[in-house]
């Protein structure tokens, strides 16, 4: 079984700046896509960012493109994602997310399509 354990979040104001990671229980994380999501209260969860396979494939939500970078070390069994101008509307609860099937483009931040959860670390934008 695979476990994924996020770390990073917190508070911070806005225009600043988190670093979120993810540790994963895998001795192949480049077989796996990988991505993070979040959720706020009241609202569904939505993919932020998510990288296939291989690192030539990457999407960003409209809302954090310019501003989120994903990254994977498959060396490492790490990803991680970094926050940069972050807003009040970035508040939400983050999780990482692995994906072992290929998907479209189209469909690659789906997050029904990925199967092995972390159970996720708080960000709070706030002043």
């Known amino acids: 079984q695979l476990h994924l354990a996020e770390s990073g979040g917190g508070l911070v104001q806005p225009g600043g700046s988190l670093r979120l990671s993810c540790a994963v229980s895998t001795l192949s994380l480049a077989k796996y896509a990988i991505g993070w999501f979040r959720q706020a209260p009241g609202k569904e969860r939505e993919g932020v960012a998510c990288?296939?396979?291989?690192?030539?494939?990457?999407y960003y939500a409209d809302s954090v493109e310019g501003r989120f970078t994903i990254l994977r070390d498959n060396a490492n069994n790490m990803m991680n994602l970094e926050m940069n101008s972050l807003k009040p509307e970035d508040t939400a609860l983050y999780y990482c997310?692995?994906?072992?099937?290929?998907?479209?483009?189209?469909?690659?931040?789906?997050?029904?399509?990925?199967?092995?959860w972390g159970q996720g670390t708080q960000v709070t934008v706030s002043a």
């Open positions: 997310a692995l994906r072992s099937q290929i998907m479209t483009v189209e469909r690659m931040c789906e997050s029904t399509a990925f199967g092995f």
């Open positions: 990288m296939s396979q291989s690192t030539g494939t990457i």
